[in-house]
């Protein structure tokens, strides 16, 4: 099936806020049936969000810790506990309208685990799933977390991999809300770490998870530019 698809690359630190307004502005380009789907790849500035099941008393600091650290907090109408997001970690928002692929979650977010599983297996990391625990793993260590939101079959929100990330912003929660959860980064791993090539291979493996050529635009298309 072809499908008319976007990428965008966000460059520099982007705040939580303004990620959330770039999936607004693609999410009304699905709905309005423009596109198929937008894939949003960018790094945020030191945050913590909370899921649909919670996550505040999974955070172990208070807010004066946090303001010292400049971590801000946010509540996200995504699924999921608590999750960090910060320098070094590369984050994917696709807003995919899954009629135009399968209605059916569970496929989707196997899928979005694949795509992080099929980038290490290109650096010779061997990846799996766990069966109670979504996201992606190396031994018993996370390295990447799904959380996503879908409304009318439209989806939001998306995946988090760890590559050259701060594990020390980690151990002020209970990562999902696991006590005692262990993360890692893709340079405790292989060194040393190309954090743009990596977000190549994550849109070449986005393409053949989804059997999808993305067509890459600036941020600016999504404010009607047609130029971008």
Not at 181 to 207: G, H
Request: hydrophobic share 40%; with cysteine.
């Amino acid at each position: 099936m072809h499908r008319n698809c976007m990428e965008i690359r966000i460059e520099g630190l982007t705040g939580y806020g303004e990620g959330l307004s770039l999936q607004k502005r693609a999410l009304e380009r699905v709905e309005s049936s423009e596109v198929d789907g937008v894939i949003i790849m960018l790094e945020h500035r030191p945050v913590f969000t909370t899921g649909r099941s919670g996550g505040v008393e999974n955070l172990l600091v208070d807010s004066d810790e946090l303001t010292r650290l400049g971590i801000e907090l946010h509540r996200a109408d995504r699924g999921g506990n608590i999750t960090y997001h910060g320098p070094g970690q590369l984050v994917a928002y696709p807003v995919f309208n899954l009629g135009k692929w399968r209605k059916d979650l569970p496929w989707y977010v196997s899928s979005l685990e694949e795509v992080v599983i099929q980038v290490l297996s290109d650096y010779g990391i061997e990846a799996l799933r766990k069966p109670k625990y979504r996201g992606v793993w190396v031994g018993e260590r996370k390295i990447a977390a799904v959380g996503i939101a879908v409304k009318r079959w439209i989806t939001t929100h998306g995946l988090a991999f760890n590559i050259e990330v701060n594990k020390s912003h980690f151990e002020l929660i209970n990562p999902c809300g696991l006590k005692g959860l262990s993360v890692s980064s893709l340079n405790d791993l292989i060194s040393p770490v190309c954090f743009s090539e990596v977000v190549d291979k994550m849109e070449e493996k986005f393409s053949l998870v989804f059997d999808t050529k993305f067509i890459k635009v600036s941020r600016g298309w999504l404010d009607g530019d047609a130029n971008a």
